[in-house]
């Protein structure tokens, strides 16, 4: 049996495992490959990472978790976790179950898109969901916001910061009368028809169709997602989720069963940053440190 068994080698568990494994507490890290930032080309926003590729950011975590015996990486998806008799039994898909003292969960967000025919061609390319993330390179240009989203209004208000040049697109969904005033006193048209399709090269977004053939000239934009846990293992558990959707957690990742941690963005949704999820596992590795000692002492 081992001390700990993260599941997801995103920052969230990479900052984790090397908290841990510094911590001389024998860590198991899990990973399917399958993180949501895939899509994109560059990651910023984290200082001395900024304009990393998430796939070589990933790499460069592992490289560094490689010099601590403590800490083993597993390319492996896994399908359960059960408790029992307070030790956690994961079972990957190969068949094998590992045992551990304490488990974290850092399995991260799924999104799910508008639906827009071939949105997925754009999506990482020139349509970003996060302006914190991508807005810089954005800035200035003539930029669509697709959101069937209610919030999409908050998302039009944000970027305004970055571009004045916006129109809001809602796929289909009535805006409120209000909204409508708003974005006429604001000067951003907004189109309620659903969209017909996206036009562009490699990805790159030249214009947005509407079904009367109108083209809308953009050259990049942000959509509104709907974001789920990309696991099920805090539901299986019996975990508490708060109104977000989120893994309810303590300051330092403990959630509502003993000994089962969760951090990053499967732990509070938003604002989803890498620094913040790295931030994040860092405290949820700290936490069981502080448990274990606790514990080792009763
Ligand atoms: C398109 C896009 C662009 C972004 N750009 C930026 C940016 O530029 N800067 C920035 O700061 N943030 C950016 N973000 C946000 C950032 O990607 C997230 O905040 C961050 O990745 C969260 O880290 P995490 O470790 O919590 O989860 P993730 O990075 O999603 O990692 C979770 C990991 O868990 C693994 N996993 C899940 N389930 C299982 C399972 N059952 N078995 C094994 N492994 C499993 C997944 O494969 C994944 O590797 C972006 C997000 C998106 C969607």
């Not at 039994?89 to 508008?114: E, F, N, Q, W």
């Not at 293992?233 to 509502?256: H, K, P, S, V, Y």
Request: glycine share 8%; charged share 20%.
């Amino acid at each position: 049996m081992v001390d700990v068994i993260i599941i997801g080698a995103g920052p969230a568990g990479l900052n984790a495992a090397l908290v841990l494994g510094r911590s001389r507490k024998s860590t198991i890290i899990f990973d399917d490959d399958r993180p949501r930032n895939a899509v994109t080309q560059e990651s910023h926003g984290f200082i001395t990472r900024d304009g990393t590729s998430p796939k070589e950011f990933r790499q460069l975590g592992r490289q560094e978790l490689k010099q601590y015996p403590t800490i083993t990486i597993k390319n492996e998806h896994i399908q359960s976790v059960q408790k029992m008799d307070n030790v956690f039994h994961v079972t990957s898909v190969t068949g094998v179950t590992y045992r551990s003292k304490k488990v974290i969960l850092a399995t991260g967000l799924k999104d799910v898109l508008p639906s827009v025919p071939k949105i997925q061609e754009y999506y990482g390319r020139s349509l970003f969901v996060c302006p914190f993330c991508d807005g810089w390179e954005l800035r200035d240009q003539p930029l669509a916001i697709i959101s069937e989203e209610p919030s999409s209004t908050h998302m039009v208000q944000m970027l305004f910061n970055w571009s004045r040049d916006l129109a809001l697109f809602t796929n289909g969904r009535p805006l409120k009368p209000e909204l409508k005033e708003e974005m006429q006193r604001k000067g951003i048209p907004f189109y309620e028809q659903i969209i017909s399709e996206l036009k562009g090269i490699h990805g790159q977004l030249e214009a947005v169709i509407l079904p009367d053939g109108t083209a809308v000239k953009r050259s990049g934009g942000f959509i509104g997602v709907q974001q789920k846990q990309a696991s099920d293992f805090a539901q299986q558990l019996g975990c508490q989720m708060n109104e977000m959707g989120a893994i309810q957690t303590d300051d330092f990742g403990r959630t509502t069963i003993s000994g089962l941690f969760a951090c990053g963005d499967t732990s509070y949704i938003a604002p989803s940053q890498l620094i913040i999820a790295a931030a994040d596992g860092s405290k949820a590795a700290i936490g069981i440190v502080a448990d274990m000692l606790v514990e080792s002492d009763s």
